[in-house]
């Protein structure tokens, strides 16, 4: 314990505060009556957390949420932000899940599983935030568009800048490739990519697949080093 305290010492002094800081942070979090701690969260950086009347996030034990550059392995243009207004909308992260610089934003619900990975500059939204309005184009400036819930499973892997759009079901253990949008359901144990995304590699399809070489980069314990 006191070497790994004195190698953080000589590595990166600055997290010494950094962590105090944010414990601070997550005891004032946990005072918010629409926020429920079901656990330890380990708060790096400051996120943005708005979460209005009427509406709820749920953070399990061992959620991670990492909204500083410094140690970061690429460019993180802003940090965590985790926004409900409309009442009766929620936003659940599951035990053990990381977050970095991601924006996830709920109308209505947007559940993330257990032991996800979700990198940096990730958009995960329910809803458009406005009708489409044909028929009468002023009335987007004062719309709110249709939600439709948003699910992430379990040990979900998301690169950065990937974008979930509204009704996705995304399934265990499933890899989604950096900058990817993600409109339709991607099953379980697959790996998806592109603009639509799409499934590429299906661990699924049978016991004896092969897994695609492996080079990306692995996480570290204080998740220095997320899915690309």
Same mark, same amino acid.
């Given at each position: 314990m006191l070497g790994r305290l004195f190698q953080v010492l000589r590595d990166d002094p600055g997290r010494i505060p950094e962590r105090i800081w944010g414990e601070l942070l997550g005891l004032r979090l946990a005072?918010?009556?629409n926020v429920i701690r079901? &656990?330890?969260v380990v708060l790096i950086g400051n996120p943005l957390i708005d *979460?209005?009347?009427g509406c709820k996030l749920v953070l399990g034990n061992g959620v991670m949420l990492t909204s500083k550059n410094r140690g970061y392995h690429l460019n993180m243009p802003s940090p965590v932000k985790l926004f409900a207004y409309l009442p009766g909308a929620e936003?659940? *992260? &599951? /035990?053990?899940t990381r977050i970095a610089g991601a924006c996830i934003?709920? =109308?209505?619900s947007v559940v993330i599983g257990k032991r996800c990975l979700i990198a940096a500059n990730c958009q995960i939204m329910d809803s458009n935030g =406005?009708?489409?309005?044909f028929h009468n184009l002023p009335n987007r400036f004062e719309s709110i568009g249709p939600s439709v819930p948003v699910v992430i499973e379990d040990d979900v892997w998301i690169g950065i800048n990937c974008i979930v759009l509204p009704g996705v079901r995304i399934g265990r253990g499933a890899v989604i490739s950096a900058n990817s949008v993600v409109c339709s359901n991607i099953p379980p144990m697959a790996i998806?990519? &592109?603009?639509?995304?799409q499934v590429i590699f299906d661990y699924g399809d &049978?016991? /004896?697949a092969d897994e695609p070489e492996d080079t990306g980069q692995r996480t570290d314990g204080n998740h220095r080093s997320v899915p690309r």
């Open positions: 005072m918010r009556r079901e &656990g330890r *979460i209005r009347r936003i659940r *992260i &599951g /035990d053990e934003n709920a =109308h209505k =406005h009708d489409l309005s998806a990519r &592109g603009n639509p995304a &049978g016991d /004896d």
